[in-house]
C-alpha cells in the first residue's frame, strides 16, 4: 500500500511539472513572451519541486522527465489544430516544423535553469528538513 502511495505521488509531481512546463512553453512559443519573463517561472516551479522531494536524484529525474513530457505535450497541443481539422500532409508537416523549431529553442534554456533549480532546492530542502523534523 505504501509503494502504491508513492508511485502516485511521484506521477502527480512528474504530471503537474510538465504540465506547468507545458504551460510556460505555450507562453514563450504563442504569445512571444520573453525568456526573461519565463525562466523565473520555471525556476521557480522546479525549485519547489526539488523542495518537497529532497532527494537529489529524484529531483532531476522528475525535472528532467516533466520538461520532456512538457515539450510533448506542448508540441501536440500546438500541431493538434492542423491535424483536427483535417489539413493535408503538408500543412501538418508545416506545423509541426513550426512547432519543434519554437520549442527547441526554450528547451536548451528551460533544461539548464531546471537541473540549477532543481538541485538548489534539494540542497535548500535538506538544510530545512532537520528543522522542521520535530516530535512533539
Not at 71 to 96: H, K, Q, W
Amino acid at each position: 500500500m505504501q509503494k502504491k502511495k508513492m508511485l502516485i505521488t511521484e506521477v502527480a509531481v512528474v504530471l503537474a511539472s510538465s504540465i506547468n512546463y507545458t504551460s510556460v512553453t505555450l507562453l514563450n512559443s504563442i504569445w512571444r513572451l520573453e525568456l526573461y519573463v519565463l525562466i523565473p517561472m520555471l525556476f521557480i516551479v522546479t525549485f519547489l519541486m526539488g523542495l518537497i522531494t529532497i532527494d537529489t536524484k529524484k529531483a532531476l529525474v522528475y525535472a528532467i522527465s516533466g520538461i520532456f513530457f512538457g515539450t510533448a505535450l506542448a508540441t501536440a497541443v500546438m500541431v493538434a489544430p492542423a491535424i483536427l481539422l483535417g489539413e493535408g500532409g503538408s500543412i501538418v508537416d508545416s506545423a509541426l516544423n513550426t512547432a519543434l523549431n519554437a520549442v527547441s529553442k526554450f528547451l536548451i534554456f528551460s533544461v539548464v535553469v531546471s537541473i540549477i533549480s532543481a538541485l538548489m532546492g534539494s540542497v535548500v530542502g535538506e538544510l530545512v528538513e532537520p528543522i522542521t523534523d520535530f516530535q512533539a
